[in-house]
Every structure is written in C-alpha cells, then in structure tokens.
C-alpha cells in the first residue's frame, strides 16, 4: 500500500544544483521518517539526510552538510532534497525511503527503512 516515488534527477555539470521530490502514498510524511539515500557505482548505501515529521528531527551525512537541504511539504505529502554546489562524488542513484518508526533518523544515518522508491540517478559530470 506504502509507495514511494522520486523525481528530478538528471545529468548536471559539476557546480549546479538539483531538487528532488519524493511523492508519498500510503503513509503521512508529518507522522513517519523520511531518508534520502544513495548508492554510487561500487560503494554501499549511504544515507544523505533525514527528517522526522513526528518530532521533527533532521540529520545530514558529513559529506553533504551545507550543501544538501530536506524539507517537506505536508500538503502534497512530499519531500524535497534541494542538492546545491554538486560535486562528480555525488553521482548516485538517489532514492526516498520512509519508515513509520520515527527514530529511525538519527545521527548514525540509518538505512535500515521499511519502504523505498525506485530511484532518481544523478549523474554530475566534471
């Protein structure tokens, strides 16, 4: 029932930015744990952010703080990660995965969610 579906991916020149949507179905984005979290060719899946509608926690990875921001709109049960200052180490797939726990974001940027999308790569060329 749960379904997750993310947008605005493509292919940007190093520098640029990008914002990615993730629509929710399902579930409320105001009472759940939203984590965007991506996988580069090789490498294993690394949270980049989190937001808990419920209490209101937000995370980001180290590698991305001050460029990536989450933010949702509770209106159109959706979560956007506006990604600016795009680095080539950024290339992924990026995907939106939910979970009904909310203490599922926390600082260890967990991966371990019940519900995923498909996916949005973002390719950043140099």
């Known amino acids: 029932e749960v379904q997750l579906v993310e947008s605005g991916g493509g292919l940007v020149q190093a520098g640029g930015s990008l914002r990615l949507s993730c629509t929710v179905s399902?579930?409320?984005?105001?009472?759940?744990?939203i984590a965007w979290i991506r996988q580069a060719p090789g490498k294993e899946h690394e949270a980049v952010s989190c937001?808990?509608?419920?209490?209101?926690?937000?995370h980001y990875a180290i590698a991305v703080k001050g460029r990536f921001s989450i933010f949702p709109n509770y209106a159109k049960n959706t979560v956007y990660l506006q990604i600016d200052s795009l680095k080539p180490e950024d290339t992924a797939v990026y995907y939106c995965?939910?979970?009904?726990?909310?203490?599922?974001?926390?600082?260890?940027?967990?991966?371990?969610?019940?519900?995923w999308g498909q996916g949005t790569q973002v390719t950043v060329s140099s």
């Open positions: 399902g579930l409320s984005v105001d009472d759940s744990a």
């Open positions: 995965a939910a979970d009904r726990l909310w203490a599922r974001c926390n600082s260890r940027m967990d991966v371990s969610y019940a519900y």
């Open positions: 937001n808990s509608g419920g209490d209101g926690v937000v």
